[in-house]
């Protein structure tokens, strides 16, 4: 076996791993040894006191409840929110916590599989945040890993990728999932229109104000009422629709037993799967797939973190008048870049097109390069980077480069936002 | 209507070297500027080995390069020149048709044409030694006689353009008088008075003793107010802005000017 190829839920409450195994070409989720929750890996690091041992998970939990050292959780916001957090009169970065954190998490299918090393991972965070990206690339760049080996997807292209992964009969329909945790309900829709090519596979995700504390699930009341609330919410969105299968996870369908209501609504022709594993498993299957030269899904997924629109330049090659594709619709917004060198003749403005899925008008953009030095047709070069800061926010930067040492670049450059 | 063009992917790392006007060529973008623009400075020394190494390893048209190779070795220069214009598709079609007639024009140039267009660009570039090197081609060949005394006229004032350029008012003054003995034109006359005011070291210059005192005023007039407004712009003004600068910018401004004129200098080469 080459290096290993995991998918990495990271939430602010718990972790889990997930591992595709080439053997039997599927992804399983992995679990830390001894520990008490099954898959779920407690967001937890604890500092042993007096000395520089650290723990994750339960172990942190236990050495901290022992009260030999001192515990950081939420460990996911800290980084977010850019925090610090004192330790025995220390502050340390939330990014460097993170670090050390995720560094003891690898050493679980490290350690399982007796492996030396790990070749793709792909993060599953529950929204994605740009701090929260930047800070995984860098710290995952500390601990070694080439950036290309790293890849950052949310809960709900983890969803698409789980559910495209399984047998054709369970995304038949319409598919959907509950996700129910601390942090509140998410509900995800998945989508597949059938009628044009490349198939076209879309996520809708809503976090719903149902959303309850899982406290209340510790009483017999409560669980009664949490019931009535989650039917009810399950009757309003899966009304009149035709849905194969829903899929229950988070920890508050670690069991279900207070959720009889619930069940019996969803499992009306419909088929129910309950774990608490999707989201890593997702994340493990877009790992091994990002791993291989074609993707196993043909098919343009759209969903949370992906891009709606195609976005395009014209422009001469070889004689003849070309489309220049620089992002294209259902390409992960954080991994949308494209840069393209440009030479321009007799005009004064760099035009993109976008065409949006699902719409038929063509949306011109006009990038104007009036400020760049005056020269003679065909001697100006510009280099055109383009990318994006969200899935529909595009940033056009263009750089003039001059034409060699005939016309001296002039450093200027304009940049340009795009909402599309 | 305008347009942009894709740039394609190869970039040299090791860039084609224009003796003539001392710069480097790095894309095939570039090649082609430099051809369509400077075909006059073009012989069949430009289909050599450099631009076939420049062709086939950096901008990696290794086809290309084959049949320029093929073409330059059936001496077949214009065809070879075209045949790399097109192949970059970098000049549209009406634009290699024009390149076509202009290849056409140059077959018909005399050759004393064709050496003091290339003259005129160098000097035109301030490449000063390059364009007297083709003017002394004209003026030193054989075939002299077939060449109109009016137009060997504009050479020797052309080289003495160049000469003033380098700051040579004696060599300069001897250019002049030259193309005045062929042209007969008073404006040439101006230039020599110009030239020994501005430059006492050219020398006495007998041809100006025939010039009336009132035209000697005048020109005096011009030549101070020209003085004088030169003062205020160009390279006086850059003496001068570096020269305010506070005591401890002084130096390294100075310092700058001077080295970035010396450079000019040495580009004249």
């Given at each position: 076996m080459k290096g290993l190829i995991l998918g990495i839920d990271l939430c602010d409450?718990y972790s889990q791993v997930g591992h595709f195994d080439t053997?039997?070409?599927?992804a399983v989720s992995m ?8 898959c779920?890996i407690?967001t937890?690091l ?8 650290w723990?994750i998970g ?17 460990l996911v916001s800290l980084v977010e929110q850019g ?10 970065e939330a990014e460097k916590l993170l670090e050390r954190y995720i560094a003891q998490l690898l050493l679980v299918p490290l350690n399982r599989f007796?492996s030396q090393q790990i070749e793709k991972i792909v993060f599953s965070l529950r929204e994605l945040n740009p701090v929260l990206m930047d800070s995984l690339i860098r710290l995952m760049g500390r601990l070694g890993f080439k950036r290309e080996q790293i890849k950052i997807i949310g809960h709900t292209e983890c969803f698409l990728y789980y559910?495209?992964s ?111 594993n999707l989201f890593a498993k997702g994340a493990a299957y877009v790992a091994f797939d990002s791993m291989q030269e074609t993707s196993s899904y043909?098919?343009?997924c759209?969903c949370e973190g992906r891009i ?19 992002a294209s619709?259902g390409t992960n917004w954080y991994e949308a870049k494209a840069v ?45 980077i383009v990318a994006f800061v969200k899935e529909?926010?595009?940033m ?25 | ?269």
């Amino acid at each position: 076996m080459k290096g290993l190829i995991l998918g990495i839920d990271l939430c602010d409450d718990y972790s889990q791993v997930g591992h595709f195994d080439t053997e039997i070409m599927d992804a399983v989720s992995m679990e830390l040894e001894e520990e008490e929750s099954g898959c779920l890996i407690p967001t937890v690091l604890c500092k042993r006191k007096g000395q520089d041992q650290w723990f994750i998970g339960e172990e942190a939990y236990r050495c901290a409840l022992n009260g030999d050292g001192i515990m950081v959780d939420k460990l996911v916001s800290l980084v977010e929110q850019g925090g610090m957090a004192m330790i025995e009169g220390r502050s340390y970065e939330a990014e460097k916590l993170l670090e050390r954190y995720i560094a003891q998490l690898l050493l679980v299918p490290l350690n399982r599989f007796k492996s030396q090393q790990i070749e793709k991972i792909v993060f599953s965070l529950r929204e994605l945040n740009p701090v929260l990206m930047d800070s995984l690339i860098r710290l995952m760049g500390r601990l070694g890993f080439k950036r290309e080996q790293i890849k950052i997807i949310g809960h709900t292209e983890c969803f698409l990728y789980y559910v495209i992964s399984q047998q054709k009969e369970i995304w038949q329909n319409e598919s959907c999932l509950f996700d129910l945790s601390e942090d509140g309900l998410n509900y995800y829709e998945l989508k597949v229109t059938r009628g044009r090519k490349p198939q076209l596979v879309e996520v809708a995700h809503q976090r719903l104000e149902e959303g309850f504390s899982l406290e209340i699930l510790e009483s017999v009341s409560g669980g009664k009422m949490a019931d009535k609330i989650l039917t009810e919410c399950g009757k309003r969105l899966l009304d009149k629709k035709l849905v194969s299968s829903v899929f229950l996870t988070g920890q508050g369908f670690g069991t279900t037993q207070w959720a009889d209501g619930f069940l019996k609504f969803v499992c009306n022709k419909r088929r129910v799967f309950a774990g608490q594993n999707l989201f890593a498993k997702g994340a493990a299957y877009v790992a091994f797939d990002s791993m291989q030269e074609t993707s196993s899904y043909p098919y343009i997924c759209l969903c949370e973190g992906r891009i709606r629109s195609t976005v395009y330049l014209e422009a001469e090659y070889e004689g003849r008048k070309r489309q220049i594709i620089l992002a294209s619709a259902g390409t992960n917004w954080y991994e949308a870049k494209a840069v393209v060198e440009l030479i321009v003749d007799q005009t004064d403005n760099l035009e993109l097109f976008v065409a949006t899925v699902g719409s038929s008008q063509l949306v011109k953009l006009v990038v104007p390069l009036g400020d760049f030095p005056a020269r003679p047709p065909k001697t100006t070069r510009i280099e055109v980077i383009v990318a994006f800061v969200k899935e529909d926010s595009m940033m056009v930067r263009v750089i003039d480069k001059g034409f060699g040492d005939l016309f001296a670049a002039s450093g200027r450059e304009v940049k340009q936002y795009f909402h599309i | 209507m305008g347009r942009m063009i894709l740039c394609r992917a190869g970039k040299a790392s090791v860039p084609y070297y224009v003796h003539d006007l001392g710069l480097h060529l790095y894309t095939a973008e570039e090649l082609c500027y430099y051809i369509y623009n400077n075909l006059f400075l073009l012989n069949e020394d430009f289909l050599g080995e450099p631009l076939f190494r420049f062709i086939g390893e950096e901008l990696k048209l290794k086809r290309l390069e084959e049949k320029v190779r093929a073409l330059a070795k059936g001496g077949e220069f214009t065809a070879a020149l075209l045949e790399i214009l097109k192949d970059i598709c970098y000049y549209n079609e009406q634009e290699l048709e024009e390149f076509k007639k202009r290849c056409e024009k140059l077959k018909r140039s005399k050759p004393y044409e064709v050496l003091k267009n290339r003259g005129d660009y160098m000097a035109g570039q301030k490449k000063y030694k390059k364009a007297l090197w083709y003017y002394d081609r004209i003026l030193n060949s054989r075939n002299q006689k077939e060449i109109p005394a009016s137009y060997l006229g504009k050479v020797w004032y052309n080289k003495g353009a160049c000469y003033a350029g380098i700051f040579s008012p004696q060599e300069a003054a001897s250019c002049f008088i030259k193309a005045y003995g062929l042209l007969k034109d008073d404006s040439i006359l101006k230039e020599l008075y110009l030239l020994s005011r501005m430059w006492p070291e050219a020398g006495e210059i007998k041809l100006l003793e025939a010039v009336p005192s009132k035209q000697q005023y005048d020109w005096t007039e011009e030549f101070d107010s020209l003085k004088a407004r030169s003062l205020s712009q160009g390279k006086p003004l850059e003496a001068q802005i570096a020269c305010q600068k506070d005591r401890m910018r002084r130096k390294a401004a100075v310092e700058e000017v001077l080295s970035r004129w010396k450079k000019e200098y040495r580009d004249m080469e």
